[in-house]
């Protein structure tokens, strides 16, 4: 065996066994680490990905809720994963044995463009054990679903994560942050904007009398709304709660296309009806603008369990409005949903701001006038082109895609 005996000779030495000159505890604790390897190799060499059974169903949920400390129920899980409408359910596993030990799935999701209408893959479910993580599980995971996708003629792969490394490895070719729009109300609700920070305790402090100060002029921005908006045109607008979904959403996302371009989810009536008028998890609130009797849009929001308003969904069109005043429609909506939000005893609202689509930048523009602040700290939106996508030009850039949580992203909405 070749024994290196200057310091620096050997580079796999580590500098305690390079000090007490302990090349015999470094030769062990390098057969160890070779053992920790080959034990490894084997661990995942027995892993197997492939497509999800039904007996997996129940152990697929157990995974995520003992992972994630949750108790989602076998009812929500079957909502989420077996609407696909595809073949096979887009929902693979990285499994041991019998036993579950990763996870990865789609919601297909129908968008709409000016040329028409094209199916797409929401990523869900994105989670692996520890300890098969960092092995290139993951990518694999992925390949079968983008295989699968593709042969399904699907368009695109996307999702929200705060995982890009990972998502960029696993084949995601573009990515973009998402910021927040955030109303607060009370100084509490930084608690969740600040999850995961490890701020010290005076900074937090600071940050939450600023905080308590935002609300202040929030709520003046607020009550002051009708100065900033078109009034006589938001005094004629009729708001109404929704208790099942329009008849007129697939209609209202075809004239959204045409109007500000890009490409949007398809909102029609069974897509609406699944993800938010039976959602099995939180009910939105769905408040509708009409004008003379035509829908104009909506904006549906809902408050999860730390008491935090979101906005789910909201969306407008016509090709009676134009685009100024188009924000006084959408300021009157969110300011609606403030109000709501604010009487169910809402801590603050958060929004997305995803990119420059015309509209992303309408919404932000009209939550400033209603008093919302632009935080630029949120999740990646990442995509993962597939066969078919570049002849489409709403496809060209993340920037053509208007999006929105709308109950694609887990149960907040
Ligand atoms: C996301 C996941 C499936 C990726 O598995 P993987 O490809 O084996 O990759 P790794 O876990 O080794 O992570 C690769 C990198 O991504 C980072 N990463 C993983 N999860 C992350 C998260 N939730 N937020 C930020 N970074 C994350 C890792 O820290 C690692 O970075 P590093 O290379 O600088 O150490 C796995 O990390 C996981 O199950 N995470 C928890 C669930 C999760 O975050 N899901 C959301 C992803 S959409």
Not at 312 to 317: G, P, Q, T
Request: glycine residues 6%.
């Amino acid at each position: 065996m070749e024994i290196a005996t200057k310091s620096g000779e050997h580079p796999q030495l580590t500098k305690a066994e390079m000090v007490s000159g302990d090349i015999e505890a470094h030769c062990l604790s390098n057969s160890k680490k070779q053992e920790r390897t080959q034990q490894e190799t084997s661990n995942t060499q027995d892993i197997i990905v492939r497509f999800i059974n039904p007996g997996d169903f129940y152990a697929c949920n157990n995974f995520h809720n003992n992972l994630y400390k949750k108790d989602r129920t076998d009812t929500q899980w079957q909502w989420e994963f077996l609407h696909s409408g595809l073949p096979e359910i887009p929902f693979v596993v990285a499994a041991k044995d019998e036993e579950i030990l990763g996870t990865l799935a789609q919601i297909p999701i129908r968008m709409i463009d000016q040329e028409g209408e094209f199916l797409t893959g929401k990523s869900e479910e994105a989670l692996l054990d520890p300890a098969i993580r960092g092995k290139g599980i993951y990518p694999q995971m992925f390949k079968k679903i983008f295989d699968y996708m593709e042969s399904q003629n699907i368009l695109v792969v996307w999702g929200f994560t705060p995982a890009i490394k990972a998502n960029v490895k696993a084949g995601f070719e573009e990515h973009t942050g998402i910021a927040q729009l955030f109303f607060p109300f009370h100084a509490d609700a930084i608690n969740v904007l600040l999850k995961n920070n490890r701020s010290s305790k005076i900074k937090v402090k600071g940050i939450k009398i600023l905080c308590s100060l935002a609300g202040v002029f929030s709520s003046i921005s607020l009550c002051s709304t009708g100065l900033r908006i078109n009034n006589s045109l938001a005094q004629n607008i009729c708001l109404k709660t929704l208790s099942t979904p329009p008849e007129e959403g697939a209609d209202l996302c075809r004239t959204f296309v045409r109007q500000w371009g890009g490409t949007t989810i398809l909102r029609n009536a069974s897509f609406l009806k699944w993800r938010i008028f039976e959602n099995p998890h939180i009910r939105a609130t769905v408040r509708a603008a009409y004008l003379d009797n035509q829908l104009l849009g909506w904006v549906a929001y809902s408050l999860d369990d730390n008491s935090v308003g979101h906005i789910v969904d909201i969306i407008a069109a016509s090709n009676k409005i134009n685009s100024s005043s188009m924000e006084t429609v959408v300021a009157v909506l969110l300011k609606d949903a403030v109000v709501g939000l604010r009487k169910t005893g809402a801590l603050g609202v958060r929004a997305w701001k995803v990119n420059s689509h015309p509209f992303d930048d309408l919404v932000a523009r009209a939550a400033r006038k209603v008093g919302f602040y632009f935080i630029p700290r949120g999740e990646w939106m990442v995509l993962h082109y597939l066969q078919g996508s570049a002849a489409r030009p709403s496809l060209k850039s993340i920037d053509n895609w208007y999006i929105n949580r709308i109950y694609t992203e887990g149960v907040l909405g």
